[in-house]
């Protein structure tokens, strides 16, 4: 059974720093497409960043530069290192995986790629 579990969320002040940790089990993490989406209170569901299983990553543009999605395959761990975090990044975040994910290949990450889900794990900027 896929399973993705989120954690490493919390409070900071504007300008700090967070990593963001996804640990996967029931499938090896390496063959699997997997993303980090955000919803922030109130809004719809966004992509952040995705990684393919090729390696190969996919970022939303108000997000290059600042976050940077990784994984580790030994770990079966997928990771969002967060700086320079801004209130208006104040969200749930969320782990997503599966399979295949033709539309991170084509340049989006979109909620329709992905069947299995983390419950999430807050993130709370101040200004």
């Known amino acids: 059974q896929v399973q993705v579990v989120e954690s490493g969320g919390g409070s900071v002040q504007a300008g700090g720093s967070l990593r963001l940790s996804c640990r996967a089990s029931g499938y090896t993490a390496s063959t699997y497409c997997m993303a980090w989406f955000r919803q922030p209170p109130g809004k719809e569901r966004e992509g952040v960043a995705a990684?393919?299983?090729?390696?190969?990553?996919t970022y939303a543009d108000s997000m290059k530069g600042r976050f940077t999605i990784s994984k580790d395959n030994a770990k079966n761990t997928l990771y969002l290192q967060m700086n320079d975090l801004k209130p208006e990044d104040t969200a749930m975040y969320y782990c997503?995986?599966?399979?295949?994910?033709?539309?991170?290949?084509?340049?989006?990450?979109?909620?329709?790629?992905?069947?299995?889900w983390g419950q999430g794990t807050q993130v709370t900027v101040s200004s």
């Open positions: 997503a995986t599966d399979f295949r994910c033709p539309l991170v290949g084509l340049g989006t990450i979109h909620t329709a790629d992905f069947d299995y």
């Open positions: 990684i393919d299983s090729d390696g190969s990553t």
